[in-house]
C-alpha cells in the first residue's frame, strides 16, 4: 500500500509517455503550479465531462501559471484519439506500468455490482512551484469540480 498523499509533502517524481509522442516529467515542471488529474478511461462518460471542463478553464489556469495533466492507464494511442476527438489542449499521460498510479495512491480495489477489481479512483491533485502537494481531492465528483480546482489554484 502506498502511503496517502498529504498537503506539504513532495510530489512523486514521474517521468511517463504523453500524448502525440511526447513525455513528462515532474522535474520539468518547476515553477509553475500543476493540476494532476487522474481519470480510470478515456471517452467515458464522466472522464469526457471532466476533461471538457478543464479545457473549457485552460486559458484561466494558464493566468494563474497552472498547467493542467491528465493521467489514466490508457495508451497513447487512446490519448491521441481521445484529445484529437474532443480538442482538448493539455496533455494526457499514459500510465499502462500503473507505476504513477500506485505512487499517487490512486490505483484501488473497487467494486461494481459485487465484483471486486482493480481501478483508478477518480482523484485531483493540486501541486505547487516547488513540486509540494497543495491540495488533494479523493473520489471526485465531477460537476463543478474544475472550477473548484481552479479557485484552489488562483489561491496557492
Known amino acids: 500500500m502506498t502511503a496517502k498523499l498529504e498537503p506539504g509533502k513532495k510530489a512523486p517524481a514521474f517521468d511517463l509517455p504523453s500524448d502525440g509522442d511526447g513525455r513528462i516529467k515532474l522535474s520539468a515542471l518547476k515553477g509553475q503550479k500543476i493540476v494532476l488529474y487522474f481519470y480510470p478511461k478515456d471517452d467515458t462518460s464522466g472522464c469526457t465531462q471532466e476533461a471538457i471542463d478543464f479545457n473549457g478553464l485552460r486559458k484561466q489556469f494558464e493566468k494563474a501559471n497552472t498547467v493542467i495533466i491528465g493521467v489514466s492507464p490508457d495508451s497513447v494511442k487512446s490519448h491521441d484519439k481521445f484529445k484529437a476527438k474532443h480538442e482538448l489542449a ?54 463543478g469540480h474544475a472550477k473548484e480546482v481552479l479557485a484552489a489554484a488562483k489561491d496557492l
Request: no cysteine; glycine share 8%.
Open 90 to 143: 493539455f496533455d494526457l499521460v499514459s500510465d499502462e506500468s500503473k507505476t504513477m498510479l500506485e505512487a499517487y495512491g490512486v490505483w484501488v480495489e473497487k467494486s461494481m455490482y459485487g465484483r471486486k477489481y482493480m481501478g483508478v479512483e477518480r482523484t485531483t491533485v493540486l501541486i505547487d512551484e516547488t513540486g509540494k502537494i497543495a491540495q488533494v481531492w479523493n473520489k471526485v465528483k465531477v460537476p
